[in-house]
Every structure is written in C-alpha cells, then in structure tokens.
C-alpha cells in the first residue's frame, strides 16, 4: 500500500513522460468494469491555469502558505503554485512522473500519500482531479485523514475535488436506483493502457459531499464545501477542528 510504480508498470507514467519530451503521447485507455472503454487525452494533464475547470482554479486561488500537491501527475497545478509565489512539493507514486515534474523544476518526490514516514508539515494540502480517489475505498477514509493530521499545520487546510456518482444510477423518472445494501456507489476499479504497458487494476474513490463530511466529523475534521462543479462534482475544503 506504500508502494511506488516503477516505470514498466506506469501507464499513465509513461504517457506523460513521453508528452513532455516530444509534445505528444499514444492513447491513455482508461478501462473499467463500471463503464465503457474512456480515453485521457494526455495533453490535459498539461493543462495551464486558462484550461483548468474552475473548481481547480478556485483550488489555486484560495491555496495559502506552503503546499503539498498529491497525486501531482505532471505537476500542472504545483508549476502554477509555485509562479504564485508559493512553496510546493509534490508528491506520486510514479517514478516517471516525478522525473518529469523534477525537469520542470518542482520539488517532486516520489512519495506514496500513505506512508507514515514522510512527516513534512504544510498549510495547505490540493488533491486535484478527484484526487482522493486514492483512498480507494470509503472504509480506508479514517486511514486518509490520519495521513491529513500528520501533514498539516495546525491552521492547515485541504483542498479536494471530487464527483457524486449517484447521476449514474439515475431513473427516467429522476430517482436514483442504488443498492444501498451494496458497496458504496462511488467505488470504481480501473485499469490504465498505454502502447504495450498494462498498469494493475486499482481501486478509485469518488465521494459525494455529504459522505465525505460524515467522515471528516467522524475522525475530528471540519469539512465544508466551497463550491459547486457543473455535473454532481463540488470543490470541498477540510481543516483540523479545534
Ligand atoms: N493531480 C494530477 C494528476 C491526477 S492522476 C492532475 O490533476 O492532473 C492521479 C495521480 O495520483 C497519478 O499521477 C498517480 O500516479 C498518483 N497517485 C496514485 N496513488 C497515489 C498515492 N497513494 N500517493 C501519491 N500519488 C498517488
């Protein structure tokens, strides 16, 4: 679980090593036993500031003090930081990533969110793209915010998007068909592909606000949402509660 991708194994690695020396990459599939076949058009993992949807620019806007980017991928979001005057690490599991963010000059490392070891504090924590899909599992939640406790500073904050599934299981009527019996609807496996790379299947978590804050109160978080997206997504800001 504290395990960081070497590059045979990194798709998505790969594609955005490859994007960053040439300009252009094959196709990133994205496959799922939830849904259909999906594409990440590369280039939108090198997305400036004018071509980010606006709950991450909010997330930009309203970042303070030192920042840790997780899950940085091609470090976009710790690149604009960092021109705003702020100091970023960044942190991912892919070795491949790191190397390009490292290129680019951010302070990247190659650091698994969950390892216990990386003890750093910082004011403000962005997990952009539905970042906390790396949690996985909702039941892995109380395992996401003791890893928020030991990185923040005492008035540090976290900045998150993520999406409400439910609009999946939507009725021509406009009710929502979920098997509440079941696992939580929001819990996706995927598989990433890129040329002859074949990444391992992994667990994603999207959440949808009013899970997410039950969580956060449960393991002695503040949590509130700053904004709505355009499609069931929200852009949500957690805080140590005193
Ligand atoms: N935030 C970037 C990339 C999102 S893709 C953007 O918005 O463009 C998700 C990234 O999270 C990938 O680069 C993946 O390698 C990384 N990742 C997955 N699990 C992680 C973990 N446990 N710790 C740190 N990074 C992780």
Same mark, same amino acid.
């Given at each position: 679980?504290?395990?960081?991708?070497?590059?045979?194994?990194?798709?998505?690695?790969?594609?955005?090593?490859?994007?960053h020396? !040439?300009?252009?990459?094959? /196709?990133?599939? @994205?496959?799922?036993?939830?849904?259909?076949?999906?594409? +990440?058009? @590369?280039?939108?993992?090198?997305? !400036?500031? *004018?071509?980010?949807?606006?709950?991450e620019?909010?997330?930009? !806007?309203?970042?303070? =003090?030192? @920042?840790?980017?997780?899950?940085?991928? *091609?470090? &976009?979001?710790?690149?604009?930081? /960092?021109?705003?005057?702020?100091?970023?690490?960044? $942190?991912d599991?892919?070795?491949?990533s #790191? =190397? #390009?963010?490292?290129?680019?000059? $951010?302070?990247a490392?190659?650091?698994?969110?969950?390892?216990? !070891?990386?003890?750093?504090?910082?004011?403000?924590? +962005?997990?952009a793209?539905?970042?906390?899909? +790396? #949690? =996985?599992? @909702?039941?892995?939640?109380?395992?996401?915010?003791? *890893?928020i406790?030991?990185?923040?500073?005492?008035?540090?904050?976290?900045?998150?998007?993520?999406?409400?599934?439910?609009?999946l299981?939507?009725?021509?009527?406009?009710?929502? &068909?979920?098997? $509440?019996?079941?696992?939580?609807?929001?819990?996706?496996?995927?598989?990433?592909?890129? /040329?002859g790379? /074949?990444?391992?299947?992994?667990?994603?978590?999207?959440?949808?606000?009013?899970?997410?804050?039950f969580?956060?109160?449960? *393991? =002695?978080m503040?949590?509130q949402? &700053?904004?709505?997206g355009?499609h069931?997504?929200?852009?949500a800001?957690i805080? $140590?509660?005193?």
């Amino acid at each position: 679980m504290n395990s960081i991708l070497v590059p045979q194994k990194d798709p998505m690695g790969r594609a955005i090593a490859d994007y960053h020396a !040439t300009g252009k990459a094959a /196709k990133l599939r @994205v496959l799922s036993s939830m849904f259909y076949e999906d594409e +990440i058009p @590369v280039s939108t993992l090198f997305r !400036t500031f *004018s071509h980010m949807p606006i709950l991450e620019q909010e997330m930009i !806007t309203r970042a303070k =003090g030192r @920042v840790l980017d997780v899950g940085a991928g *091609s470090g &976009c979001h710790a690149l604009e930081l /960092k021109a705003r005057g702020h100091d970023v690490v960044a $942190i991912d599991i892919s070795e491949l990533s #790191v =190397g #390009v963010m490292k290129e680019r000059d $951010i302070d990247a490392r190659p650091i698994n969110f969950f390892d216990e !070891t990386f003890t750093e504090k910082f004011d403000t924590i +962005i997990m952009a793209m539905n970042g906390i899909g +790396i #949690v =996985g599992k @909702v039941e892995r939640l109380p395992l996401f915010f003791r *890893s928020i406790k030991r990185l923040l500073n005492p008035d540090g904050i976290v900045l998150l998007d993520s999406s409400d599934l439910r609009y999946l299981f939507e009725e021509e009527d406009g009710s929502f &068909c979920i098997d $509440i019996a079941g696992k939580y609807y929001g819990e996706v496996d995927f598989e990433m592909r890129y /040329k002859g790379i /074949k990444g391992a299947t992994f667990d994603w978590l999207y959440i949808d606000y009013n899970t997410l804050e039950f969580y956060a109160n449960e *393991s =002695g978080m503040q949590c509130q949402k &700053c904004i709505d997206g355009e499609h069931y997504d929200y852009l949500a800001e957690i805080r $140590i509660r005193r």
